[in-house]
């Protein structure tokens, strides 16, 4: 039988879309506030992938991704979810926008092996992690590379957003090593 153990800690990520530059900074910010310090920004992309967000938000999106600067526990992605939700809705009304919102934030988290989403939506693909949030494994990192599954988002499939994928996981690496070299 095998032997509970404690998960090595995670990076968490966090995937902004938004309605303009300025937005994209400003939920940046948000995100720091919200759920601790932002070490890294990935390059600001034109998003296209999808139409899903045109009627909602805008014809026209940004993507931007921010990793934060404190690995952690992966059970904690389901309050991180639950966090990015509440702080859409909170800036969408304070832009008098409604329930319209301005960004959007996804968050997931890396570990040396693959990239995690979460969602509120139930898939064949996605398991269930509590309080009506589900998580699925969206890229896995397999000889020196990201590579996609059927289920994966277009966007995430294409390689521009692996590189800086890569450097959230070296970056989590290099402090798994400093973290067992000072126990």
């Known amino acids: 039988m095998g032997q509970v153990q404690e998960p090595e800690p995670v990076k968490f990520i966090v995937g902004i879309l938004a309605i303009g530059e ?3 900074a400003q939920a940046s910010e948000l995100i720091g506030r919200q759920l601790g310090p932002v070490e890294s ?12 967000y045109a009627k909602e938000m805008s014809e026209t999106l940004l993507r931007q991704f921010v990793s934060l600067a404190e690995p952690g526990d992966a059970a904690d992605i389901v309050k991180l979810k639950l966090a990015c939700n509440s702080t859409e809705l909170a800036d969408a009304r304070q832009r008098g926008r409604g329930q319209r919102r301005a960004i959007n ?3 997931g988290y890396i570990t040396p092996a693959k990239l995690v989403l979460a969602s509120t ?4 693909h996605r398991v ?3 309080r009506g949030i589900y998580a699925e494994v969206t890229l896995q ?19 521009r957003y692996h590189g800086f994928f890569s450097q959230v996981r070296w970056r989590l690496l290099e402090q798994l090593r400093n973290q067992e070299v000072n126990q």
Do not use: M
């Not at 939506?121 to 064949?124: I, P, T």
């Open 121 to 124: 939506k139930d898939y064949s």
């Open 105 to 107: 934030l996804d968050p």
């Open 22 to 24: 300025d937005i994209l």
């Open 141 to 159: 990192y397999v000889h020196g590379s990201w590579r996609s599954f059927p289920w994966s988002f277009p966007d995430y499939a294409e390689p």
């Open 41 to 52: 920004h990935s390059e600001v992309w034109p998003f296209s992938s999808t139409k899903y």
């Open 128 to 130: 269930y992690v509590g």
